[in-house]
């Protein structure tokens, strides 16, 4: 009687071992479709931000750099990927440099835009 006794309590420390697994299991896959719909959402707020075209006036675009880099920054605090948060880090530092040569009558926009446009593709790349 007491050897079942003590199968008993060993089975049932086992299945709340496999239990307990399968709940960190479960945890870790929810953080990780938190994750990647956090992940999503940045991205796809970031591109709304972002919205650069090749046709664009530097003026247009300067009116509004401080603006969006701030908005950038605040992205890339929200994310937790790495490679997404650095990538926003880089655009927001691009539309501050935007920002200071607005001082220096726009010298070199269109030098701006391509470092932006690639970041831009970096983005792409890092989100999807």
């Known amino acids: 009687?007491?050897?079942?006794?003590?199968?008993?309590?060993?089975?049932?420390?086992?299945?709340?071992?496999?239990?307990?697994?399968?709940?960190?299991?479960?945890?870790?896959?929810?953080?990780?479709?938190?994750?990647?719909?956090?992940?999503?959402?940045?991205?796809?707020?970031?591109?709304?931000?972002?919205?650069?075209?090749?046709?664009?006036?530097?003026?247009?675009?300067?009116?509004?750099?401080?603006?969006?880099?701030?908005?950038?920054?605040e992205l890339g605090n929200q994310v937790a990927d790495q490679t997404v948060q650095d990538t926003l880090f880089d655009m927001a530092n691009g539309y501050l440099e935007l920002e200071e040569r607005k001082l220096d009558h726009m010298n070199n926009f269109s030098g701006w835009l391509e470092r932006n446009l690639q970041h831009l593709d970096e983005l792409r790349q890092a989100c999807f």
């Open 1 to 73: 009687m007491r050897t079942s006794a003590v199968r008993a309590v060993c089975t049932a420390v086992v299945l709340s071992g496999f239990v307990l697994a399968g709940c960190d299991e479960v945890n870790s896959a929810v953080e990780g479709v938190e994750s990647a719909g956090d992940k999503a959402a940045v991205c796809t707020e970031a591109l709304q931000i972002i919205d650069i075209n090749p046709n664009v006036s530097p003026e247009d675009v300067a009116a509004r750099a401080e603006e969006k880099a701030n908005e950038l920054r």
